[in-house]
């Protein structure tokens, strides 16, 4: 909780301009909220790896906010970044979720397999609604 506690007030402020700055446009997305998104973008990184859950839950405005280091934005660099990983070496589980409108965002646990073993922690995504369904607008994960 420490380690996230200073980048809150960065989150809240990215919240404020990405629903400024976003219009809904025609169209059905294929989940009805940004929770139920986020557990088929899970279920996509568990069975095919999290290169191609990014592939189809990014798009060019997908930003990716690192704790150290540059942050990945888009989804083309989303998917070069984590296409080392395979099937079950990234895997979360969504927790909650709200949404407002044309964003949401949720909540959960996730781990990742490195050389030195399991890292855990938890992750907050922001969500916003597109024509093709629900996009990443900003995701975040802090480990202990």
């Known amino acids: 909780m420490k ?57 060019s405005r997908s930003l990716r906010i690192e704790p150290t280091g540059p942050n990945i934005e888009g989804r083309e660099s989303l998917m070069k970044e984590l296409a080392g990983l395979g099937r079950g070496e990234m895997t979360w589980t969504p927790r909650a979720g709200e949404q407002s409108g044309e964003l949401g965002w949720t909540w959960g646990d996730f781990q990742v397999v490195t050389p030195k073993g399991p890292r855990t922690g938890r992750y907050l995504t922001v969500w916003r609604k597109t024509r093709e369904g629900w996009k990443v607008a900003g995701d975040f994960g802090a480990a202990p």
């Open 3 to 59: 380690r996230i506690l200073p980048v809150l007030p960065a989150i809240l402020a990215f919240l404020a301009v990405a629903g400024c700055c976003t219009r809904l446009p025609a169209g059905k997305p294929d989940a009805d909220t940004a929770l139920e998104a986020d557990r088929a973008f899970a279920r996509l990184a568990a069975a095919e790896g999290p290169s191609v859950a990014y592939g189809r839950f990014a798009d």
